[in-house]
């Protein structure tokens, strides 16, 4: 089912040269996206636009999901602790038994000083914990992650790695941002690059190369200009190379 589909979006801040320009994107339920592009590219304005955070200059948005949102830079500054926040915002959006899910989650996540750790005093990567927490709070039926990743240390790389799966598991439609193509495709089903305003399928930037050794098999996604080099360090670790698909 589309959940949200945009039309020609196009996006220009002032008189400057496009952000976006002519983007199609439709996002349906139980479908991990990952966008990816360099700084400045439009990563961001596509998803707040995708959130309904911003309007687009030229286009359209169809479809109105319930939506999770995780800006880059979780806005850490209340007083309260994490969990009373939390409860707070989920009362006032009426979401059952918000508390104990809020609990649950930044415990699984690992928050630093557990749940009720006040919020100003946060990292920036516990305070992302926060975010993601606040995002998944209400099951929503599209979750919009921008650069999830960043600041995560690595348990908590995995523990989104599993919440993104259960969201769409459930049914929901995920649309993250990552500046590593091969963390966007660990975890998307399809990945886009934006470059130039526009939106390309990034699908053949990246070639599957598997690998065998004493009975091992592995498999791996690696960028195209990158084959070359993961070879030769395989081939070094005693591994023989049964295809390289690009
Ligand atoms: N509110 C704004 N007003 C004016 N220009 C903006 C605004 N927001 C973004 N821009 C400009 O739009 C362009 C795209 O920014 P955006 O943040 O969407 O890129 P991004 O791909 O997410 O970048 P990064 O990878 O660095 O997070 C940049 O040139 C940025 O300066």
């Given at each position: 089912m589309t959940l949200v589909r945009l039309d020609r979006v196009g996006k220009s801040y002032?008189?400057?040269?496009?952000?976006?320009?002519?983007v199609d994107l439709e996002v349906r339920g139980g479908q991990v996206t990952g966008l990816v592009g360099t700084n400045g590219s439009g990563k961001s304005t596509l998803l707040r636009i995708l959130a309904r955070i911003s309007e687009p200059t030229s286009g359209s948005v169809v479809g109105t999901p319930s939506t999770g949102y995780v800006p880059?830079?979780?806005?850490?500054?209340?007083?309260?602790s994490a969990v009373a926040y939390l409860r707070h915002l989920g009362r006032i959006s009426g979401v059952p038994g918000a508390g104990q899910r809020a609990e649950a989650l930044l415990e699984r996540l690992a928050l630093e000083g557990g749940?009720?750790?006040?919020?100003?005093?946060?990292s920036k990567g516990n305070a992302q914990k926060v975010g993601l927490a606040q995002a998944l709070l209400a099951e929503p039926e599209l979750l919009v992650l921008d650069?999830?990743?960043?600041?995560?240390d690595p348990a908590a790389h995995g523990v989104l790695g599993e919440l993104i799966a259960e969201a769409r598991d459930r049914g929901a439609g995920v649309v993250f941002t990552a500046h590593d193509e091969r963390v966007a495709r660990v975890h998307a089903g399809q990945v886009f690059r934006l470059a130039d305003g526009v939106l390309r399928e990034?699908?053949?930037?990246v070639a599957r190369v598997v690998l065998c050794r004493d009975g091992d098999r592995k498999e791996l996604a690696v960028p195209s200009e990158q084959v070359d080099e993961v070879l030769l360090d395989a081939l070094r670790s005693g591994w023989s190379v049964r295809e390289v698909r690009r």
């Open positions: 002032g008189r400057g040269r496009p952000v976006l320009s002519g880059d830079r979780f806005p850490a500054s209340t007083r309260m749940p009720g750790a006040p919020i100003r005093r946060l650069e999830p990743w960043s600041g995560l990034a699908a053949d930037s």
